[in-house]
């Protein structure tokens, strides 16, 4: 019953085009009163409660360090040392675009801020080389969901911190699926070549080579040492976050020189917005969680899904086809922090490792953001890449497919994900 009434509540004010925000305060009201519990008060607490975490203020951190990059030339350098290394290759910016991908994702931790910072460089470069504009644009939307699967990865501390898991392991178990992700859509890429007839190459002089190199080593060492520095135990992934951003701000403003002080009013504007936006969704969603555990949500889940906690494999299929059904319709943050609560006791109870499910759950749900109608990224391209959703939807079926295809093989074997993280972690 409750789980019934929460749903429908859902999707029903969701349907009015009520930000998730709120639609979330309605949703904790509505299960209040299915408890029989009136306190007002008390969702106001919640929310306060699930806002007062120290793993979440990496978030603002992440997202400001992201908006330093953006506008102080790290990303530019970023790809010019991607389209260094792959250029000479016949097709290369196509595999620039998913080095430069991987490497901006150690920096940002969001597919939206890749898309974003990437796109408005890669897509003119690509257009301007014969590239179809729509595949150009779909292939830079494919390569930026890796961005919260490779560390840091803000969908990761939202789901560490709603489910208690250790963060800085989250992160790790993103790492090698996230590479492998970037190197299967090269695969597809090296066939849209030969099929599309792309001959371009780029080539450099050694002056030109030296000065890339140079120019790029600040950008290219940072994912390094935030990575390193957060499985080594030199930091946690909120000090992570604040290193980030004293970095990004030392090379950008110091070394590239391309920062002004009358620039920090937007970046900091900026990022408080998106940051606002965030946390706004993670307090709502924890009013929510509340009642969700108040009126015994994941134990009827468990009943619902009890017949399948013999069979891991069929339940993980099921769950799989339930978050991606999720992601076309909502957004990536609050379909974590509402129905990571409420699946977690059913894969515990089906002796699936929370770890390996949390990768599963992010990858899923990070492939929703490039799904229409509600794909957030899809939108980013489209503005980015001046082409209307109708034609960047069809020209992403291809990259989406390989996408669901890595999600469903990661699923069937979990050694995959498991055995590198268990070799990164040492245990």
């Known amino acids: 019953m409750a789980l019934t009434a929460f749903l429908v509540s859902l999707f029903g004010f969701m349907s009015f085009g009520i930000p998730i925000a709120i639609v979330l305060v309605i949703c904790s009201m509505v299960l209040m009163m299915l408890v029989g519990s009136i306190d007002l008060l008390a969702i106001a607490q919640a929310m306060v409660a699930g806002t007062n975490s120290f793993p979440l203020m990496a978030i603002p951190f992440f997202m400001l360090a992201g908006e330093i990059m953006a506008q102080g030339g790290l990303s530019s350098r970023i790809v010019n040392a991607a389209n260094l290394a792959v250029g000479r290759v016949k097709g290369g910016l196509g595999y620039a675009t998913i080095l430069a991908s991987i490497v901006f994702a150690g920096l940002s931790g969001s597919a939206v801020a890749d898309a974003a910072a990437l796109g408005g460089i890669l897509i003119p470069m ?14 830079v939307c494919a390569g930026a969901v890796i961005a919260p699967i490779i560390p840091p990865s803000i969908p990761m501390i939202v789901l560490g911190t709603s489910t208690n898991l250790s963060v800085t392991r989250l992160f790790m178990s993103g790492l090698v699926p996230g590479i492998l992700l970037g190197l299967v859509l090269m695969l597809v890429w090296f066939f849209i070549v030969k099929k599309d007839g792309y001959n371009d190459t780029m080539t450099f002089t050694k002056e ?14 940072m994912p390094i040492l935030i990575v390193g520095g957060i499985r080594f135990g030199i930091f946690t992934p909120t000090e992570a976050g604040a290193f980030a951003v004293v970095y990004a701000l030392i090379v950008c403003k110091f070394v590239y020189k391309e920062l002004n002080i009358s620039d920090f009013g937007n970046i900091f504007s900026t990022a408080a917005k998106s940051t606002a936006t965030v946390m706004l969704i993670v307090a709502a969603a924890n009013a929510v969680g509340f009642y969700i555990t108040m009126a015994q949500v994941p134990a009827q889940m468990v009943s619902w899904l009890s017949p399948l906690i013999s069979k891991p494999v069929i339940l993980l299929l099921v769950i799989n086809i339930f978050l991606f059904i999720l992601g076309m319709v909502m957004d990536l943050t609050p379909n974590i922090l509402i129905f990571a609560p409420v699946l977690f006791p059913v894969i515990q109870q089906a002796g699936i490792d929370p770890y390996f499910f949390a990768l599963i759950m992010c990858l899923n ?21 001046k082409i209307d959703i109708l034609q960047l939807s069809k020209a992403i079926i291809p990259f989406l497919i390989v996408e669901i295809a890595i999600l469903l093989l990661s699923s069937f074997f979990p050694s995959l994900v498991m055995v590198p993280l268990n070799l990164i972690m040492g245990s």
């Open 126 to 139: 690509m257009v301007k080389n014969g590239y179809k504009a729509d595949r150009s644009t779909a292939f």
């Open 365 to 385: 749900l990070c492939i929703g953001l490039i799904t229409p109608p509600v794909g957030t990224v899809l939108y980013v391209g489209c503005g980015v890449g």
């Open 208 to 221: 030109e080579r030296n000065s890339i190199l140079k120019d790029s080593i600040p950008a290219l060492v």
